[in-house]
């Protein structure tokens, strides 16, 4: 220690760190204080912005909730909505109602539309603005609206793209309630924010619908300000970068902070340089040859010091180590080399030919004008190929499994349509064991391309069932069966060849099967010609 006092070194970094420490000290005494400020001036101008907004729509509810609450509770004209349908009296009511909320609509431009619901008489009927919600919007909320609760609280609904604040009032005969298309709101609301800013809708039990930016994650790194509106129990609450805050620091202020974050990174920079040029080299050749008198000789050194002499010592360190492994070396790229030929063997139990007669029915569909049948099984394709190319070596849920299978099934009932039908015995409790990939499509896919009778429909059954620690799945179908020849190899574990060549779709299910659970997984399969097959498996759950 004595020594090391004495040392050049020892004094010139006493002198550095006696001069900078206080400074840096003072300097961010004084950038903090900026940032403060900053950080008040931007929180006031964010929260005066939403008293804004939330005060310029208050007025429109509120106009809103007074006259549906006068329709309800003081107007009379409408007496007669209390009658049967098949009353001439109800019937005109109706249709006044149904003038009186259209007219109301020019009055309250942020209403997209007026909803009205008859319960004891089952009847809906909306009016409502074109422009803001679609006729397939309208049939589904007419729809959605006599199944939910009353909507006496403010309540958001999805629909297709759209989202609609819908909020209701309701006396002993009649519910009468308006909506908002968020969408038009938001492109209001647009106009006032700013960039990154992210604006919400909050409803009761703090649930949030965004508005505005493309979604809130975690929330680290935001501010949030919010505001209530008087009329309605639903919050305006907008999210905004943390760098907003520093937008008002001035010039100077910014130019002192960045001087002092430099003085105080040069402190640590310069002990650094030492370390790196120096000890840290000489420490990692040491600790390599201790590696390898300590009896691991596949040791290296990975990365290389940018000192010339240290590079070259432990490139040379390196390269007399390789001589020895390089048997080792080609053995591992057999290995691999193996490995990649059988994951090629894995992905070629995707039928190449489910894509091109994929294509040949979308290319149907086309010619025939079928433009919502394309989209849905456009889409119930894409489902399939993404979850089929996952990766085989990860297990997945039983759910995900047979939402898979029902995804291929809607794709084949469009080529084949009355030519299959699946049936699923599986308990809930069973929905979240984990299990290998494909491992029940495989064999439902192999009922509708080999089991299919003509004119005939078949049945396919999934049963899952678990004893103990086990797993047992069974797929069986009543369809054309399998000559007995044809068992006895798939049995061998050899891949079925012929004319269209190898089929290694059971192949592969066998040996996942294996390479998962070892011995402990057990595979049999029965099949009599002209009655189905059935193949069974049972292996160890996955904890």
């Known amino acids: 220690m004595k020594h090391f006092i004495h040392t050049f070194r020892f004094q010139i970094l006493s002198l550095f760190l006696l001069i900078s420490i206080p400074a840096v000290g003072l300097s961010l005494a004084a950038s903090r204080a900026n940032l403060e400020e900053a950080r008040k001036q931007v929180l006031t101008a964010k929260q005066t912005g939403m008293n804004i907004l939330v005060e310029q729509y208050d007025t429109s509810l509120e106009g809103v909730k007074n006259y549906l609450q006068l329709l309800l509770y003081k107007d009379n004209s409408y007496a007669a909505l209390w009658r049967e349908a098949t009353d001439t009296r109800y019937q005109q009511a109706r249709v006044w109602l149904n003038d009186e909320l259209s007219n109301l609509m020019s009055y309250f431009p942020l209403v997209s539309g007026f909803y009205v619901y008859i319960p004891h008489n089952e009847d809906i009927y909306m009016s409502k603005r074109k422009d803001q919600i679609s006729i397939d919007a309208q049939e589904y909320l007419q729809t959605r609206i006599p199944l939910d609760k009353p909507y006496l609280e403010p309540c958001v609904v999805e629909c297709g793209e759209g989202k609609y604040l819908i909020c209701g009032y309701r006396n002993a005969y009649l519910e009468i309630g308006f909506l908002i298309c968020l969408d038009g709101l938001r492109e209001q609301l647009d106009m006032g924010l700013g960039e990154g800013d992210m604006l919400a809708l909050v409803l009761e039990g703090d649930r949030q619908v965004a508005l505005s930016g493309e979604g809130f994650g975690d929330g680290r790194g935001l501010t949030m300000v919010e505001e209530g509106f008087s009329v309605i129990p639903v919050k305006l609450r907008l999210y905004f970068p943390e760098g907003a805050m520093r937008s008002g620091v001035s010039f100077r202020a910014k130019a002192f902070l960045f001087m002092t974050a430099l003085l105080a990174a040069f402190i640590p920079v310069f002990l650094i340089a030492i370390k790196k040029w120096f000890l840290v080299p000489m420490r990692k050749v040491s600790s390599a040859m201790q590696e390898i008198l300590d009896g691991n000789i596949e040791y290296r050194i990975q990365e290389f010091s940018h000192t010339r002499e240290f590079s070259n010592i432990e490139q040379a360190f390196n390269h007399m180590l390789d001589y020895s492994q390089d048997l080792k070396i080609e053995a591992y790229e057999l290995k691999l080399e193996k490995e990649k030929d059988e994951l090629i063997n894995l992905k070629l139990q995707i039928n190449p030919h489910l894509l091109l007669n994929s294509l040949s029915v979308i290319n149907s569909l086309a010619f025939n004008g079928k433009t919502e049948e394309i989209r849905d099984f456009s889409y119930n394709l894409s489902k399939y190929f993404r979850y089929a190319l996952r990766n085989t070596s990860e297990s997945v849920t039983v759910r995900s499994e047979i939402e898979f299978v029902k995804t291929y099934s809607q794709v084949q009932r469009v080529r084949h349509p009355d030519a299959f039908f699946v049936m699923f015995d599986v308990e809930e409790e069973l929905m979240e064991e984990r299990i290998p990939p494909l491992m029940i499509q495989n064999f439902v896919e ?13 049945e ?78 049972e292996f160890p759950r996955i904890v």
């Open 460 to 537: 396919i059954f999934v049963i899952l069932r678990r004893e103990g620690e086990m797993l047992r799945i069974a797929v069986c179908d009543d369809g054309r069966g399998m000559e007995p020849e044809l068992v006895r190899k798939i049995m061998a574990g050899e891949i079925i060849e012929d004319s269209r060549g190898q089929h290694v779709g059971i192949w592969n299910c066998v040996k996942r099967l294996r390479s998962f659970y070892g011995d402990r997984a057990d595979f049999r399969i029965t099949s009599r010609k002209g009655e189905g097959t059935q193949v069974w498996m």
């Open 446 to 458: 192999n009922s509708t391309k080999y089991a299919l009778k003509p004119d005939e429909e078949i």
